[in-house]
């Protein structure tokens, strides 16, 4: 066990609805510092939020999670470490928005037509429009 890792101080946390009293490694830009395993179980990184459906909701980090990997190069990792109680739900369009949305990808910019499938992005047309107006400007070139 290296003793260096074995440093701490006690910090408290507030997580928007729970102090937490916890051992620290340290502070860093005025963050208590927390190794793998050790910060209170309401603080998350981004992507254990973003796992669990969540996303951090404009809030400040609370602590950093430092830890090393033990490969390729023990290299140091910080995450920021945001509270499950001030996160929010990760924004979804409602079914109404989507079916708009879905109905706008289908839509043909030139005949205006609803297609059974989507248009492609890059000129929002349907087929034919997109074979006549190819074929409009073979004949032209010609
Ligand atoms: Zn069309």
């Known amino acids: 066990m290296n003793p260096r890792n074995r440093r701490q101080e006690v910090t408290r946390v507030f997580d928007g609805r ?3 009293i916890a051992l620290c490694r340290g502070f860093r830009e005025g963050l208590p510092v927390f190794g ?3 910060a209170p179980s309401t603080l998350l990184t981004k992507t254990q939020l973003r796992d669990a459906g969540l996303r951090p909701n404009g ?3 609370l602590a950093l999670l430092v830890f ?10 910080v995450s920021e470490l945001f509270s499950v109680e001030r996160a929010a739900p990760k924004r979804q369009a409602a079914p109404g928005q989507m079916d708009h949305a879905m109905e706008a990808r289908r839509t043909c910019v030139d005949c205006t037509r609803v297609m059974g499938y989507c ?3 890059s000129t929002r047309q349907c087929w034919d429009c997109f074979d006549n107006e190819h074929a409009d400007r073979i004949e032209a070139a010609a």
């Not at 090393?68 to 990792?77: D, G």
């Open 18 to 20: 729970t102090h937490h």
């Open 36 to 38: 793998w395993g050790e």
């Open 59 to 61: 809030q400040d980090p």
């Open 68 to 77: 090393r990997h033990r490969k390729p190069y023990a290299r140091e990792t």
């Open 119 to 121: 248009v492609p992005t």
